[in-house]
């Protein structure tokens, strides 16, 4: 089956400071990958995607996310993080399968980042 | 504000109660999905339907749960005989077609007392 890890349940940073949240999956077909964000009392939002193609993704604020296939990681990074950027952030996955996308999203237990400012 | 909608927010209901949330995607978007988040824990799949037909249902939907979406439009989400383990957040999530993005709405947030 498949599954989402995320190595660091609580990130705590100050301002200014580079952040790397960790994410593998476990899947062995082709897959699409995805970083949300949940900030505080606001709903789910998309923060990049990757579909296939340049294994670096540029999302919003300033977020980018590498896919190293070999690693089964798609590790979200920024090099200077915001009091803004406080939230919970959740990386998910899903397959690719013969047919086409399947249609259900795997997700990480998410990762609280707190910044301090 | 044409993004998905849930209602309604919060519901607090007594164990064996029935209750009935509803979401209403994107317009045009032809995939919704139902997901289930609790505390601590990444969403979780449900269903998902393809216009109106319901084309996948894990394991986590017992038979106290049922969802439907009439004409493709809206959808519903049914948990009868509620049980304290329901206690979550439902989330909607809607998207234009397979493997497209999917847009969250802002969830149910479910307490069974």
């Known amino acids: 089956a498949q599954s989402v890890s995320q190595h660091n349940h609580h990130v705590i940073l100050s301002e200014a400071a580079s952040l790397e949240l960790g994410c593998n999956y476990s899947?062995?077909?082709?897959?699409?990958l995805f970083w949300y964000v949940q900030y505080p009392g606001q709903h789910l939002q998309l923060l990049l995607k990757?579909?296939?193609?340049?294994?670096l993704v540029k999302g919003i604020k300033g977020f980018e996310a590498e896919f190293i296939k070999s690693k089964f990681s798609f590790n979200l990074r920024k090099p200077s993080v915001q009091w803004s950027d406080t939230a919970e952030y959740f990386c998910?996955?899903?397959?690719?399968?013969?047919?086409?996308?399947?249609?259900?999203?795997?997700f990480g237990k998410g990762t609280k980042l707190s910044v301090k400012p | 504000d044409t993004g998905v909608s849930q209602n309604p927010r919060h519901k607090i209901t007594k164990r064996g109660q029935n209750v009935t949330f509803r979401c209403d995607p994107i317009?045009?978007?032809?995939?919704l999905y139902w997901y289930r988040q609790t505390l601590g824990q990444g969403p979780e799949f449900l269903t998902y339907f393809q216009n109106e037909a319901q084309l996948e249902k894990s394991r986590l939907l017992s038979d106290r749960f049922s969802a439907e979406r009439p004409k493709g439009s809206f959808s519903t989400l049914e948990i009868q005989r509620t049980e304290q383990g329901d206690s979550a957040m439902y989330l909607c999530?809607?998207?234009?077609?397979?493997?497209?993005?999917?847009?969250f709405g802002p969830g149910t947030r479910l307490t069974v007392l």
């Open positions: 998910a996955v899903n397959s690719r399968g013969r047919g086409g996308s399947q249609g259900n999203l795997i």
């Open positions: 317009s045009e978007h032809n995939r």
């Open positions: 899947y062995g077909g082709t897959v699409n």
């Open positions: 999530a809607s998207s234009l077609g397979t493997g497209d993005t999917q847009y």
């Open positions: 990757y579909f296939s193609g340049d294994p």
